[in-house]
């Protein structure tokens, strides 16, 4: 059996089904019972429902448990603390295999978030477990899309001119399925996850433009703005960790380029990843749909 932590977030609503499609029996856990219903209907029938956090949602998550793939939690303060302790949970429980969803690039450690995933994976490299390290860039995601379809504004929160590599989350939960399904042929594996491509802001807003067709503003965000929009009507200040991740993030990338190489990925996947362009278009389809 495998288990899936955050099974409800990005990636894992795109990982269950696949691997409950490749005859994987899947166990899911997930911070709440909204998360657990959802899950329920695509056919889990084995969720635990908890705090990773906690050492009783741990070792219940974790018996009986054969691979493991752990996604820590976004910007979260224990997030160092809850990989521990699941690498622990594994080690002691015999689990076969235990597969990491890290960063790209997590030896850059003025970003906090990378710093706390380079961390777990030397945790993990020490643990005597059998291990693959998963290291994606930056994910397409369809809500930084949404203000271009609505509003024809695509905004970035740093330097519009620095250039990133990004992956899509589809090809990424592709790989966690092979990887999970084929464990002997990658074990001991660190892979770097990278589409294809590295953009500045400006040529991001090009290419949505050319999919809908019409011009498309590319708009900076002011670090202030947007961590108002990110913790809505409450006060930044509330949140001095996420706040402090958050800010580390926007500094760096608008300091450095945030690039990797989609070499390992065309590899993993025996085909060419998904482009950008191809992630527009496949995200506009969907939205006129929903909006017609």
């Given at each position: 059996m495998i288990l899936v932590t955050a099974a409800f977030g990005n990636q894992g609503r795109l990982?269950?089904?696949?691997?409950?499609?490749?005859?994987?029996?899947?166990?899911a856990?997930?911070?709440?019972?909204?998360?657990?219903?959802?899950l329920h209907a695509l056919g889990v029938h084995d969720i635990v429902v908890g705090d990773i956090s906690e050492p009783t949602t741990v070792k219940r998550a974790v018996r009986g448990i054969e691979k493991i793939y752990h996604v820590g939690p976004t910007v979260h303060p224990r997030e160092r603390d809850m990989g521990f302790a699941i690498i622990d949970a594994a080690r002691a429980e015999g689990v076969q295999h235990f597969v990491f969803s890290?960063?790209?690039?997590?030896?850059?450690t003025d970003l906090v978030q990378h710093?706390?995933?380079?961390?777990?994976?030397?945790?993990?490299?020490?643990?005597?477990?059998?291990?693959t390290i998963l290291q994606p860039s930056n994910y397409m995601?369809?809500?930084?899309?949404?203000?271009?379809?609505?509003?024809?504004?695509?905004?970035?929160?740093?330097s519009l001119d620095r250039r990133q590599s990004m992956v899509d989350l589809g090809d990424v939960t592709d790989v966690v399925r092979i990887v999970l399904t084929n464990s002997e042929q990658h074990a001991g594996a660190t892979y770097e996850l990278v589409g294809p491509g590295?953009?500045?802001?400006?040529?991001?807003?090009?290419?949505?433009?050319?999919?809908?067709?019409?011009?498309?503003?590319?708009?900076?965000?002011?670090?202030?703005?947007?961590?108002?929009?990110?913790?809505?009507?409450?006060?930044?200040?509330q949140f001095p960790y996420?706040?402090?991740?958050?800010?580390a993030i926007l500094t760096r990338y608008s300091s450095h380029d945030f690039i990797g190489n989609p070499n390992v990925l065309t590899w993993l996947l025996q085909r060419p990843p998904t482009t950008f362009e191809e992630f527009v278009r496949g995200q506009y389809a969907i939205f006129t749909r929903t909006h017609a």
């Open positions: 990982l269950v089904p696949k691997l409950l499609e490749a005859g994987q029996p899947v166990r856990c997930v911070r709440s019972e909204a998360s657990a219903e959802a890290s960063v790209l690039h997590a030896i850059t710093e706390i995933k380079r961390d777990i994976e030397e945790y993990l490299l020490s643990s005597g477990l059998e291990f995601l369809a809500w930084r899309l949404r203000p271009a379809f609505d509003r024809g504004v695509f905004e970035l929160a740093w590295r953009y500045t802001a400006h040529e991001l807003g090009a290419i949505i433009a050319g999919v809908l067709e019409r011009p498309i503003e590319v708009r900076h965000i002011a670090p202030d703005t947007f961590l108002k929009g990110r913790f809505g009507d409450a006060d930044p200040a996420e706040s402090k991740v958050l800010r």
